[in-house]
């Protein structure tokens, strides 16, 4: 996971560095149930009544991919969160291919150490990673992935990321963790995580500012593009007002943004991340995971995930609300049984 610092110099970390990135690791034990918050409405969500696409669903499948990729709370004393942070300077690239279509081709080798060397010359490896998230994300829904890169950072940390490209705003690169692709179960979930970011933040949803591209240093530009947005602003542009990001925002983030803003502010990195923790705390009951918190593009992505693998839910709390969500759009309703569809018959036996 990236820090993402609205305000200060988040031109820089968007455009320069990576939009997202999912970590690995346990999930935190004997972590302290607060109390949740009052939730004073919840909106009703229209559930379509004819689904587009045949469901072929694999519970048992679907089901440990949910499990091991929540949180697990437990009574007990209260902890700190591991909300995790990324270290560039142990951040190796092995190669990067150009995407066409269904295929990637022209690497681009990256000048590694010797104990890469293997995972460099693999292009095997390198392809079942791309073969599978090509099988799991329909053709027409990633038409704005350029690049695909295999990188590393060690085992147990950043497994995946994506950002937009150097040339070009409109277009992403998705880049893979080789040493944390054993487990199709984690990878599985965090391949739809980051294809969650492609989905909404993506140029249709939120019109990328050239401004900013073009001037990433520059923080007066990307404050008076801020302020110059009457929408949710994510960091890359303006979100469209009726993008999935800017309804999103508007229904579950406009009542605590700006407290949540204060604490991305921080600079202290110890403050920062204890007043985090804090937050998430106090809204417990609205995050279907501690990584949720941490931003509101990281939040429905996270939504978004289990909006995939998980069964419907209730919408008894405001996390769960967060799923049917997406109900309320049937395309979203279609993609997600065509990605079930995909997943089932994909997954390695």
């Given at each position: 996971?990236?820090?993402?610092?609205?305000?200060?110099?988040?031109?820089?970390?968007?455009?320069?560095?990576?939009?997202?990135?999912?970590?690995?690791?346990?999930?935190?034990?004997?972590?302290?149930?607060?109390?949740?918050?009052?939730?004073?409405?919840?909106?009703?969500?229209?559930?379509?009544?004819?689904?587009?696409?045949?469901?072929?669903?694999?519970?048992?499948?679907?089901?440990?991919?949910?499990?091991?990729?929540?949180?697990?709370?437990?009574?007990?004393?209260?902890?700190?969160?591991?909300?995790?942070?990324?270290?560039?300077?142990?951040?190796?690239?092995?190669?990067?291919?150009?995407?066409?279509?269904?295929?990637?081709?022209?690497?681009?080798?990256?000048?590694?150490?010797?104990?890469?060397?293997?995972?460099?010359?693999?292009?095997?490896?390198?392809?079942?990673?791309?073969?599978?998230?090509?099988a799991l994300i329909p053709?027409?829904?990633?038409?704005?992935?350029a690049n695909f890169s295999?990188?590393?950072?060690?085992?147990?940390?950043?497994?995946?990321?994506?950002?937009?490209?150097?040339?070009?705003?409109?277009?992403?690169?998705?880049?893979?963790?080789?040493?944390?692709?054993?487990?199709?179960?984690?990878?599985?979930?965090?391949?739809?995580?980051?294809?969650?970011?492609?989905?909404?933040?993506?140029?249709?949803?939120v019109p990328p500012s050239?401004?900013?591209?073009?001037?990433?240093?520059?923080?007066?530009?990307?404050?008076?593009?801020?302020?110059?947005?009457?929408?949710?602003?994510?960091?890359?542009?303006?979100?469209?007002?009726?993008?999935?990001?800017?309804?999103?925002?508007?229904?579950?983030?406009?009542?605590?943004?700006?407290?949540?803003?204060?604490?991305?502010?921080?600079?202290?990195?110890?403050?920062?991340?204890?007043?985090?923790?804090?937050?998430?705390?106090?809204?417990?009951?609205?995050?279907?995971?501690?990584?949720?918190?941490?931003?509101?593009?990281?939040?429905?992505?996270?939504?978004?995930?289990?909006?995939?693998?998980?069964?419907?839910?209730?919408?008894?709390?405001?996390?769960?609300?967060?799923?049917?969500?997406?109900?309320?759009?049937?395309?979203?309703?279609?993609?997600?049984?065509?990605?079930?569809?995909?997943?089932?018959?994909?997954?390695?036996?």
């Amino acid at each position: 996971m990236l820090r993402i610092k609205q305000l200060l110099a988040i031109s820089a970390i968007l455009l320069s560095s990576l939009a997202c990135a999912t970590l690995l690791g346990e999930p935190a034990d004997d972590v302290y149930i607060s109390e949740p918050s009052e939730i004073t409405e919840i909106p009703v969500t229209e559930i379509p009544t004819e689904m587009p696409v045949e469901l072929i669903s694999c519970p048992l499948l679907t089901d440990q991919i949910v499990e091991l990729n929540s949180t697990v709370l437990v009574e007990g004393e209260a902890e700190t969160m591991d909300f995790g942070s990324r270290d560039e300077d142990n951040t190796t690239y092995i190669v990067t291919y150009l995407v066409s279509g269904d295929e990637i081709n022209t690497p681009s080798f990256e000048s590694v150490p010797a104990d890469l060397q293997d995972e460099q010359d693999d292009s095997a490896a390198h392809q079942q990673l791309w073969d599978y998230f090509a099988a799991l994300i329909p053709f027409e829904n990633r038409t704005s992935l350029a690049n695909f890169s295999v990188m590393t950072d060690g085992q147990d940390n950043v497994l995946a990321a994506v950002a937009q490209v150097y040339a070009d705003p409109t277009l992403w690169g998705l880049e893979v963790d080789i040493a944390d692709t054993d487990d199709y179960y984690y990878l599985s979930y965090t391949l739809i995580h980051e294809f969650a970011h492609l989905l909404t933040l993506g140029a249709d949803q939120v019109p990328p500012s050239e401004a900013i591209f073009n001037n990433p240093d520059d923080n007066d530009i990307y404050l008076d593009e801020v302020s110059a947005c009457p929408n949710f602003f994510p960091g890359e542009g303006c979100a469209n007002s009726d993008s999935y990001i800017n309804q999103y925002y508007e229904q579950f983030w406009f009542d605590i943004y700006e407290e949540w803003n204060v604490i991305n502010l921080e600079e202290d990195d110890d403050a920062y991340y204890q007043k985090l923790d804090d937050f998430y705390y106090k809204y417990q009951d609205q995050f279907l995971t501690d990584y949720a918190a941490t931003h509101p593009a990281e939040d429905i992505a996270e939504s978004f995930s289990f909006f995939v693998f998980s069964e419907m839910p209730t919408g008894d709390t405001v996390a769960e609300q967060k799923i049917l969500f997406f109900y309320n759009f049937p395309e979203l309703v279609e993609l997600r049984a065509k990605i079930i569809n995909n997943l089932c018959a994909a997954f390695p036996q």
